[in-house]
Every structure is written in structure tokens, then in C-alpha cells.
T-cell receptor, first 114, second 112 residues
Framework: DTEVTQTPKHLVMGMTNKKSLKCEQHMGHRAMYWYKQKAKKPPELMFVYSYEKLSINESVPSRFSPECPNSSLLNLHLHALQPEDSALYLC?????????????FGSGTQLSVL | GIQVEQSPPDLILQEGANSTLRCNFSDSVNNLQWFHQNPWGQLINLFYIPSGTKQNGRLSATTVATERYSLLYISSSQTTDSGVYFCAVERHRGSTLGRLYFGRGTQLTVWP
């Protein structure tokens, strides 16, 4: 099984809503990532978890709150988002997050903030 | 960070044609990957290739790390090859381990 599963596939939310994005993998990987991708742009790294600990936070605003309950699951909690946060949010995983590793991506959640 | 430049930015081909995509990077890397993003947004890992040459069916890739570039070859292109091809690299430096920097991609369109 080489899949990274993301839910939901699409999400529309208002600026006062609270929502969560979910990501799951069963490849035994110990590193999980959140990337953000705007239309016609490359993916940009947001967060990295390695062995369930946050190892990289790319100065992401606090309205995005990641959580890694266990090595197979990764959540991204959203609160008080802005319209400019509308984007494709991609989850990825790799063996350990220590570098030199192949990344496997999910199909993403397309988020629209109204 | 590290600069990653991909060329060409856009490529339009007839089905059956061959193509070469290029990725130049500005610093030593210990990780280079090629991805294909299909029209539905799915990013597929094509190659993990920090150096050397690999082949997978109609696709092959070569990375010359000492000269800081990588090439992706697509032979006998098919309409399903359409999408954006990204090159992503990780610097050979401790503080940036785990950070993949993406190029801006090459948009490939293959017509029947």
C-alpha cells in the first residue's frame, strides 16, 4: 500500500468557521508533511512531523494548527481563515523525515474560504 | 534557500513525440525528485534521483550533481502524460534537511 489518503477532497468554509483536514498513511512512514499549493504555483512546505514531533514550521500563521496523533495520522486544524488561504492542501509522507527520502503525496484537499 | 529553475515553462507536443525537461539548481543537493501533477492535482513521484540515471518505462531521468542539473526524458508521449512536471531538491546542509524546494514546473500538453 503506497497510498496517502486525504479527506475531504473539497472544503468550502467561511472566515469564522473551524474545520479540520485529515491525512492518513499505512506505509509505516514516520514523517508526515503539509504543503500548500496556490493555482499555477509550486507546492510550498508548511509543516513537517518526524516521529510524531513537529520538526519544521515554516513560519505558518497560527490560524493553521497541525496535529499528529500517531505516526499514521496527520491533521490540520483551520480557524479564522482568510480568503487568500484558499488553495490545494497536500499531505505527504516519507520514511523518517531525516532527509534524502522519497516523498509520497496524497491527492489533496481543495479549500475555498469565503 | 536554493534556487530551482525548470525549463521550458510550457511544452506542447503531438502524441508520439519525445521531449526533454530540464532542472537547474544553485547549490549542492542530496535529494532530487521528479513529480508529475495530473489535472486533478495528484502529485505522483516519478523518480528519486540525486545522481545517476534511472529508467521507468517511457520515462527516464539523469542527474549530474557536479554540474547541478537534472533532465527528465519522455519518449513516445501520450495524452495521459499531460500535466505539470516538478523538480524538487533538498540542500546538502544540516539545517535544511527535510525541506524539499520545488521549481515552478513545466506545463506539458500532449495533443492526440
Amino acid at each position: 500500500d503506497t497510498e496517502v489518503t486525504q479527506t475531504p477532497k473539497h472544503l468550502v468554509m467561511g472566515m469564522t468557521n473551524k474545520k479540520s483536514l485529515k491525512c492518513e498513511q499505512h506505509m509505516g512512514h514516520r514523517a508526515m508533511y503539509w504543503y500548500k499549493q496556490k493555482a499555477k504555483k509550486p507546492p510550498e512546505l508548511m509543516f513537517v512531523y518526524s516521529y510524531e514531533k513537529l520538526s519544521i514550521n515554516e513560519s505558518v500563521p497560527s490560524r493553521f494548527s497541525p496535529e499528529c496523533p500517531n505516526s499514521s495520522l496527520l491533521n490540520l486544524h483551520l480557524h479564522a481563515l482568510q480568503p487568500e488561504d484558499s488553495a490545494l492542501y497536500l499531505c505527504a509522507s516519507s520514511k523518517a523525515g531525516t532527509g534524502r527520502e522519497k516523498l509520497f503525496f496524497g491527492s489533496g484537499t481543495q479549500l475555498s474560504v469565503l | 534557500g536554493i534556487q530551482v529553475e525548470q525549463s521550458p515553462p510550457d511544452l506542447i507536443l503531438q502524441e508520439g513525440a519525445n521531449s526533454t525537461l530540464r532542472c537547474n539548481f544553485s547549490d549542492s543537493v542530496n535529494n532530487l525528485q521528479w513529480f508529475h501533477q495530473n489535472p486533478w492535482g495528484q502529485l505522483i513521484n516519478l523518480f528519486y534521483i540525486p545522481s545517476g540515471t534511472k529508467q521507468n518505462g517511457r520515462l527516464s531521468a539523469t542527474t549530474v550533481a557536479t554540474e547541478r542539473y537534472s533532465l527528465l526524458y519522455i519518449s513516445s508521449s501520450q495524452t495521459t502524460d499531460s500535466g505539470v512536471y516538478f523538480c524538487a531538491v533538498e540542500r546538502h546542509r544540516g539545517s535544511t534537511l527535510g525541506r524539499l524546494y520545488f521549481g515552478r514546473g513545466t506545463q506539458l500538453t500532449v495533443w492526440p
